[in-house]
């Protein structure tokens, strides 16, 4: 297929050479795209893997790989040398069943009229690469998602193939952003642990695209409490969750609620909940300290809508603290996982599985800005 000009086409917008409709919601962004001070994008892979080694041991593994893309001609400026610089993250969540959980976070800048080597932009496609390692990101929902990830002692080579059908979370208040996601699909491939080879031999996988940005605050993140996310997946059923909290908000208030339910058998969405339809209930409070500063987790949550009740526990949970006391500009985060006994309740049928929970706090509650 040959593509004319696609550099220049808008986020979201559709191209007809013949008659066939082009998605962008995949590819890169730009801050000008959203006349946006400070921007975020990443795309955001997890799995839950049943694996089995080359001498045939069976072995557990959920893991989640997030790799990012920063924008802000304000926070990335290089004054020494006078370049504009961009912001690439990558980083990432195991969760061996039975054992500790274990996580790393690396990022680099690169200069910005370099960034298009690393990031694809206005295509529809996936394309991101790492610049140091082998870290890549690459594919598209109609043919599948490959990652390519190594670090440390741990090396993924894997396949996702979506089948549920695209939804979408967006919002204005309390803060813009957008997410694209693949809810679910098939993932094959291989993991290397600690130089052993396993094979993946069944795993259900997560995909989305999100782009949060503000064009009012120095990053967007002052503009929200913070967000909880979760993912679940039984038999028969998937959920997915985002509550974003505003600032009023305070821990366990969101201004922002939808929950999607979606078959998994035929990818279609059987239900979605918005606003006051969705009622949370957040409990088990943890205490944790953030560089001597008092914040609060919840342990557990259920979310209820009409017809439907789901629960979930973090019960093996990853704190991933970009947090600055210096400049507080960032967050703290809890990604958790639970393996069982997460619940959905679909009309009075109740199934149990596995759930992906994330609790966000920003800086903006950590540390005030004057």
């Not at 994008?41 to 694996?51: A, I, K, S, T």
């Not at 929902?141 to 090396?155: E, P, S, T």
């Not at 409990?283 to 009409?306: C, F, L, M, N, Y």
Request: proline fraction near 4%; charge should be negative.
């Amino acid at each position: 297929m040959c593509l004319t000009d696609i550099s220049g086409a808008e986020p979201g917008s559709k191209t007809s050479g013949n008659s066939a409709v082009m998605d962008y919601t995949e590819g890169g962004h730009y801050e000008t795209d959203f006349d946006a001070s400070f921007m975020s994008e990443w795309w955001y892979q997890n799995g839950d893997m049943r694996l089995v080694g080359e001498d045939g041991e069976k072995k557990n593994l959920a893991f989640f790989v997030v790799l990012v893309h920063q924008e802000s001609p304000s926070l990335f400026y290089d004054s020494e040398t006078e370049t504009q610089l961009s912001n690439l993250v990558t980083f990432y969540g195991l969760y061996p069943y039975g054992e500790d959980a274990s996580h790393n976070y690396t990022q680099i800048f690169v200069p910005r009229d370099t960034v298009e080597n690393y990031v694809g932009f206005h295509v529809p496609y996936l394309d991101f690469t790492y610049p140091e390692g082998l870290r890549k990101f690459y594919g598209s929902a109609l043919k599948g998602y490959r990652l390519d990830y190594a670090y440390d002692n741990v090396q993924l080579n894997l396949f996702c193939k979506p089948f549920a059908e695209k939804t979408i979370d967006s919002a204005a208040e309390p803060v813009n952003f957008t997410t694209y996601e693949y809810a679910y699909g098939k993932v094959h491939g291989s993991v290397v642990l600690n130089g052993k080879k396993y094979k993946v031999t069944q795993a259900d996988g997560y995909f989305d695209h999100m782009i949060p940005y503000t064009d009012e605050q120095l990053v967007w993140e002052w503009e929200l409490h913070g967000w909880s996310w979760s993912e679940l997946t039984t038999d028969n059923y998937q959920t997915v969750f985002y509550g974003v909290r505003g600032t009023e908000d305070g821990y366990d208030d969101y201004t922002y609620k939808h929950l999607t339910l979606i078959n998994k058998h035929t990818g279609k969405v059987i239900a979605e909940y918005s606003g006051d339809e969705v009622s949370i209930s957040q409990g088990d409070w943890v205490d944790t300290k953030v560089k001597g500063h008092d914040v609060e987790r919840p342990a557990s949550v259920q979310i209820s809508a009409p017809d439907l009740n789901i629960s979930i526990s973090a019960q093996s949970v990853i704190q991933l603290d970009r947090s600055s006391m210096e400049q507080p500009v960032g967050f703290v985060d809890f990604m958790s996982f639970q393996p069982d006994e997460a619940t959905i309740e679909y009309q009075g049928d109740l199934e149990q599985g596995s759930a992906f929970y994330e609790y966000m706090i920003s800086d903006w509650v950590i540390f005030p800005p004057e």
